[in-house]
C-alpha cells in the first residue's frame, strides 16, 4: 500500500464539540500540570511494522473562539506535545469557562496530520470534589483518509493488505490510559483489527470514476471509578465513552484525480460530511461588522531591565478601537512574536484586557529589543481582527561592572626605556551601555617608587613618567582600576595588577666564527644536502644571546639555512651551465628587545659535471671538390659543441662508416678539430660521391657522444 499511495490522515473533530472532556476543580489550575499529552510516539502495527517520531504539536487556528482560547488560556511544546496552563490563574478570573483548545499534530515525512479537540470545565465551588468528568457528547471523533495514487493507472488492494493504522495515529495519552476497542460495521471490502488497523478484506481495485467508500469506526474506553484531579492520572479516559465515530476513505483512483483543483475540492467535499453537518439557514439581514483598528500602526515603548514578573508594559485596550455594538464590539487580544522566538517566554497579554505584562525579568544584555504583533479580535460573527505591532525597548541599568580582559598583567620593558614611553594598555569592557558602560582609569598604589608611571583615564595607556634603573628597581607592580560613570544604582568597579619587570640592556651583537666562508659543491649534488654550517655567538644573557639565523640574499630559492643551528642546505636543483656561483647572505639575530643582528657572506662554488652531451651544429655536412686537388687540401669542417666545461667540454672526433666494398676512402680527420682533409689523390672515376658519419666524443667517464654525417662529392676535371 505505502509503494503506491500517498497518505493523509486527519483526526478531526466535528464543529470541535465535546471531543475530549476533562473536568477539573480550581486548584487545579496552574502552569506545572499537565493537562493533555498530545504526543504521538512509535508504535507497532500487526504486520511488525513500527512508524513514529517526527510529530511537531501546535493549537489549531480556526479564525475564532477556538483559536483565541487556545492562544490565551494555555501553552504547548512543540516539540513533546505536553499541554499545561499558561499561567497560574484564579478560578473566578478565568476569561472562559468552560474553554476549548485543540491540538494539531503534525508530520512531514508522510504529511499526517490530526486534529484533537480538548473541552476543559474547572468547578470554582469551594466543595468541588472528586469525580468522573461529564460524558462526552455532541459531535464525534473521526478521521479523515485521502489515498491518491503516486503514479498513474488503476491501483488494486491485495487481501491482507493493511491500509490504515488508525492506532499510529492516536496520542499517548489515549494509548496509554485508556482501553480502546475499535469495531466496523457494513463493510464489503476491509475489516478492523483489535489495534485499530484497518486492512483489506478481499482483492479489489480501483478505477475511473473515483470510487468513495464509507466505513463506520467504533471506539470504546473503560471509564476509570474515582477521578483523581489533584493527580491527573486518570482524567483522560473520560474519553469517547459510548460512542460511534464515523471512518471516511476516500480512495482515488489513478488517472481520475484530474488537476490539483479538482483534488482540493474532493478533499473538501469529504470533509464536509463529517465536519459541516447540514443546518438550515434563514436569511435574516445582519448589520455589518467592521474591523477593530488601534490609533497608530506601531507602539514603541520603552521597559526598565530587571523589573520583577508582571510588569506592566503597555495598555493595549486604550488603544484600540471597535465602532460596533454588542458582542462584535467587544474585543479580545492576542500576543504574536514577530523576529526572536525567546520575546514570546518574556511577555504575555491579558486576552480581555489588553495588559501586556512581563512574565520574567528582562536582561538588555540578553536581547535588547522585542519585536510584537498585538491582535484584536471582535466576538462578531464572522470575527473581525485588526494588528499593531508593538516594539519594546529594554532601558540599560548598571548591572555590569567593567570587566577586564586579564586580571594579571605581565611586561618586559629595557631598563633604558626612554621618559614618557608607553609600555602597555589595559582595557576593559561593560555590558551596559551609555554611561553605564563609559570607563575611567586610574593607578591605585600611585605613590612611592610607582610614581614612575602614569595610566591614561580614557585608553588605558601605561607609560613612563621618569627614567628607570633596574639596578635600583628591577620590578613594580601597579593596582589599575576601571570604573564606570553608572547612576543607577551607581558606578562599578573592578581591578586588574600590572606587573612591570625591567630588563638588562642588550648592547652585544652576534659574531661569527669567520669574516668568511667559501664553500664548493658539486652541481648534481642531492637535494636537503647539508654544504656547510655556520657558527655565531652572543656576549649577553638569557634571551638576548638566542640566535637565529637566516638568509638575507643570494639564494635565489637554492639554499635554505637552519634558524637554529645554522646548517645550509640544497634545496633546489643547481646548473653548473646556468650559475657556477652564489653568494649567500647569512644574518644571525638575538632576541633582544630590540633585537641586535650581525651578518656574514657564504661564497658556494659549483663543480661541473659531466651532464651535457656534445651537440653538431647540423645533422648533415655537404661539401664538393675537385679531383685534380692536392694531398691535404681542407674539404669540409664538421663541428660540435658541449655546454660542460674544462675535459667535459673537450671533444674529439673520428670517421665512422668507412667501408663501401671499394676500399678506397682518401680522407682523414683531424681529431682534435674535426677538420676532414685529402688524404690521397682523389679520382672520381673511381668514385664519385663518399656518405660516411663523424662521430665526437667528450672526456666525461663515462663520455658522452654524438654523431653526424657528411656527404662529399668529387668533381670531374
Not at 156 to 172: A, H, I, N, Q, S
Amino acid at each position: 500500500m505505502r509503494d503506491i499511495f500517498a497518505l493523509c490522515v486527519l483526526l478531526s473533530v466535528a464543529r470541535f464539540t465535546h471531543g475530549i472532556s476533562l473536568a477539573l476543580k480550581k486548584q487545579d489550575i496552574s502552569h506545572k500540570l499537565v493537562l493533555f499529552n498530545a504526543s504521538i510516539s512509535e508504535k507497532e502495527d500487526g504486520d511488525g511494522k513500527s512508524e513514529g517520531g517526527g510529530w511537531t504539536y501546535s493549537f489549531y487556528d480556526d479564525g475564532g473562539s477556538v483559536a483565541l482560547d487556545g492562544a490565551n488560556l494555555y501553552h504547548i511544546n512543540h516539540r513533546t506535545g505536553l499541554v499545561r496552563y499558561k499561567r497560574d490563574v484564579a478560578c473566578e478570573d478565568l476569561p472562559k469557562n468552560p474553554s476549548v483548545f485543540v491540538v494539531k499534530s503534525s508530520r512531514k515525512s508522510d504529511r499526517a496530520q490530526t486534529l484533537i479537540a480538548v473541552d476543559v470545565s474547572v468547578d470554582c465551588r469551594e466543595d468541588a470534589g472528586g469525580g468522573p468528568g461529564p460524558e462526552s457528547t455532541g459531535s464525534a471523533i473521526g478521521i479523515d483518509v485521502i489515498l491518491a495514487p503516486e503514479t498513474g493507472g488503476s491501483a488494486c488492494f491485495e487481501e491482507g493488505t493493511t491500509t490504515l493504522p488508525v492506532g499510529r495515529y492516536l496520542p499517548d495519552d489515549i494509548a496509554a490510559r485508556c482501553e480502546l476497542m475499535f469495531f466496523a460495521d457494513d463493510l464489503a471490502n476491509y475489516e478492523v483489527s483489535a489495534s485499530g488497523a484497518i486492512t483489506v478484506k478481499r482483492r479489489h481495485c480501483l478505477r475511473t470514476p473515483a470510487a468513495i467508500s464509507t466505513i463506520r469506526l467504533g471506539s470504546v474506553s473503560k471509564r476509570t471509578k474515582k477521578f483523581e484531579s489533584d493527580a491527573g492520572r486518570d482524567r483522560i479516559c473520560n474519553l469517547f465513552v459510548g460512542r460511534i465515530q464515523d471512518l471516511t476513505v476516500a480512495m482515488v483512483g489513478g488517472g481520475s484525480i484530474g488537476d490539483v483543483s479538482d483534488r482540493y475540492a474532493l478533499d473538501r467535499a469529504v470533509r464536509m460530511d463529517l465536519l459541516e453537518p447540514f443546518k438550515p439557514h434563514h436569511r435574516t439581514r445582519r448589520a455589518i461588522n467592521s474591523n477593530p483598528t488601534f490609533k497608530t500602526s506601531q507602539y514603541i515603548v520603552i521597559t526598565p531591565e530587571n523589573e520583577e514578573p508582571g510588569y506592566i508594559v503597555k495598555e493595549m485596550s486604550e488603544e484600540a478601537e471597535d465602532s460596533d455594538v454588542g458582542l462584535a464590539g467587544e474585543l479580545s487580544y492576542g500576543l504574536y512574536v514577530v523576529n526572536d522566538a525567546r520575546s514570546l517566554d518574556l511577555f504575555t497579554i491579558d486576552p480581555m484586557t489588553g495588559t501586556v505584562t512581563t512574565t520574567a525579568a528582562l536582561d538588555r544584555e540578553s536581547i535588547p529589543e522585542h519585536y510584537f504583533r498585538v491582535r484584536a479580535t471582535d466576538h462578531g460573527n464572522p470575527p473581525r481582527t485588526g494588528s499593531t505591532m508593538l516594539l519594546i525597548y529594554v532601558e540599560d541599568m548598571n548591572d555590569h561592572a567593567p570587566e577586564f580582559e586579564n586580571l594579571y598583567y605581565t611586561i618586559t620593558i629595557p631598563e633604558n626605556i626612554e621618559r614618557g614611553s608607553a609600555i602597555t594598555e589595559v582595557r576593559a569592557a561593560d555590558d551596559d551601555e551609555g554611561q553605564n558602560s563609559d570607563i575611567r582609569y586610574n593607578i591605585l598604589n600611585v605613590g612611592g617608587a610607582n610614581s614612575a608611571f602614569r595610566i591614561d583615564t580614557r585608553s588605558g595607556v601605561i607609560s613612563t613618567t621618569a627614567l628607570l634603573d633596574r639596578e635600583l628597581v628591577a620590578s613594580y607592580t601597579l593596582q589599575i582600576q576601571a570604573i564606570d560613570q553608572g547612576v543607577v544604582p551607581g558606578p562599578r568597579s573592578s581591578t586588574a595588577q600590572v606587573d612591570i619587570v625591567l630588563l638588562d640592556e642588550n648592547d652585544n651583537v652576534p659574531q661569527f666564527g669567520q669574516r668568511n666562508y667559501v664553500v664548493e659543491i658539486v652541481e648534481d649534488i642531492e637535494l636537503n644536502t647539508v654544504v656547510g654550517t655556520v657558527g655565531a655567538v652572543d656576549g649577553d644573557l638569557g634571551s638576548n644571546a638566542d640566535i637565529r639565523f637566516s638568509l638575507s640574499g643570494g639564494q635565489e630559492g637554492h639554499f635554505a639555512i637552519d634558524t637554529f643551528t645554522g646548517e645550509i642546505s640544497v634545496i633546489a636543483t643547481l646548473n653548473y651551465e646556468q650559475q657556477s656561483s652564489y653568494r649567500l647572505v647569512v644574518r644571525a639575530q638575538d632576541n633582544g628587545r630590540p633585537p641586535r643582528s650581525n651578518s656574514t657572506t657564504v661564497i658556494v662554488n659549483i663543480v661541473d659535471v659531466n651532464d651535457n652531451a656534445p651537440h653538431f651544429t647540423r645533422h648533415l655536412f655537404e661539401s664538393s671538390v675537385r679531383e685534380d686537388v692536392t694531398v691535404g687540401t681542407s674539404v669540409i669542417h664538421p663541428q660540435a659543441f658541449d655546454y660542460d666545461s674544462g675535459s667535459f667540454a673537450a671533444l674529439t672526433y673520428r670517421i665512422d662508416n668507412l667501408d663501401d666494398g671499394t676500399g678506397y676512402f682518401p680522407f682523414l680527420i683531424d681529431p682534435d678539430t674535426g677538420l676532414i682533409c685529402t688524404a690521397d689523390v682523389l679520382d672520381r672515376e673511381i668514385r664519385e660521391v663518399f656518405h660516411f658519419n663523424v662521430l665526437t666524443q667528450d672526456q666525461g667517464d663515462p663520455p658522452k657522444t654524438a654523431s653526424t654525417q657528411v656527404k662529399i662529392t668529387l668533381l670531374d676535371v
